[in-house]
């Protein structure tokens, strides 16, 4: 990029890159009646009170609104960066011997469980898979993207970008309703076509969740069910991230199918750690980790699916029957099993 | 000796994410040292002695915490090389937004949290504005959209920082940001001679200087008086 601060005015400036003028706001430079100027003459024109008041560091900004302009830029003409598959190749259990496998391929559209006991290391997968592992974390386990490691710059930039979360503990801190955040969000993220994005994921995520909200709903008053809704809604739809791991996510109080379904067909990579048979069973693949390592990778087989059916039943039942508890209706098993 | 200076905002999580990455480099055979700069009160130098590192204090008392930080300074890395650390960490709260402990070419982290709205990157000055690493906490808790928000706004008073993820609970990302804070070649003797980052105020005006009364007549030196328009009794 050529931004010559000589002799490029902050008019020139700013019509190149709109984004600029809220740059010199950010950080409370003040250059109304200054944009005839070039950059340097407008920079050096700045008060010596102001700079010493507002904390103002002329080098420091300049080099980073070059920084900032380059990142900017990358935001509008960057697809998000594009995880067809991730490869696993193994690395060491916690007692030092080679993990058993050649190598796991994940596919965008995939589901993939993780599976073992507390402090068995299901964490440490889903951290090396964010950071793209290159031999140099606790398990020496390496991480592709599309075949190939990351480049140390690259993993941390994009460690941002890799790789989107979604967990039981999460919860809405904004003062906002539904319709503000998701604007926010939308707006943050430079899309388009802002409004029917957000018009879809208010939609999708009523369609998650149990209990259905409103767009001037404060997302801070939103249920456990509603929140994560949304959440998953907002994360399959707006988020750039091509990998979204989720830790232990039971009892959402949404339509866990579906949800997962949503997430697949936003062409995500979905990774689970989980101990829910029902969302264990939806998945591909499931991995079991014991002792920090990767014990066996086992396919979801056709048997198995049966049994996900019948589970599906088991968990309606308990639905209808926590619906009935909370209406003050009396519980009767045998009707329940009937209507199932 | 290679040394860090990390600050951060009270309460933002930054002895969570230090002793998360400090017991990282343990694991790996380095010899690392804290000292802790805080203004009226800590206890943080016990979590410290706890998990066995070599741990020092400092309190500013009426100083400014800042300015207390640089005077000392130097006396800390003589003490960091005299007890033979690889790694010496100094931790301050940031209370002032003008100020920062930041020195030219050592190492500089911000931590920051989630929860801190997401106005607070703008309002917190050079210690986030020109910082090497922005630390941010509290992820685990807030949902997937806010903090890529809040990363976006950190992003964008900040370009040049590397902006880590660190749950301070578990100490996801800790492990990562252990392998890029210490360089083993780095050899850091003294600092004298060397730079802050950024200049820090210099005016001092009579409360600084322990005055306690009110009122015009005992004000002296740097005043400045609040603009509060015109208006008329009623
Ligand atoms: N292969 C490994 N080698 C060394 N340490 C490991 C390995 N796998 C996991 N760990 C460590 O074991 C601890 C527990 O792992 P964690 O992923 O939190 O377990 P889980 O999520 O299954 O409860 C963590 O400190 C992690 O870094
Ligand atoms: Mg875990």
Redesign the pocket.
Known sequence: MQINFKELTILELFNNYPYARDFFSENFIPIEGLEHLTIDEALENIDEDIIEDRAINIEVFKVHLLEYIEMMKSFYTDEAIEAHNITILP????DGSKENYDELEIKSGEIICIV????????????DIEWAANKD????RTVLINGKTLETKERFSASNKLVAQLSQNMNFVMDLTVEEFLDLHASSRLVENKDDIIKNIFDKANDLAGETFKLDTPITSLSGGQSRALMIADTAILSKSPIVLI?EIENAGIDRKKALELLVSEEKIVLM?THDPILALMGDKRII?N???IDKIVDTSDEERNILHKLEKLDKIMFNMRNKLRYGKKLEFEEEIENA | MDFITISGPPSSGKTSVIIKTIDNLIRRGVKVGVVKFDCLYTDDDILYEKIGVPVKKGLSGSLCPDHYFISNVEEVVQWGQAKGLDLLITESAGLCNRCSPYVKEIKAICVIDNLSGINTPKKIGPMLKSADIVVITKGDIVSQAEREVFAMKVQSVNPKATIMHINGL??QGA?ELSTLIYDEKANIKTLEGSKLRFSMPSALCSYCTGETRIGKAHQLGNVRKIDLGNYNAN
């Open positions: 690395g060491f259990y916690k073992g006991p507390t402090g068995s290391g299901k964490s440490r997968l889903l951290a974390t606790p398990t020496k830790d750690s980790i002792n920090g390592g | 578990n100490g492990y």
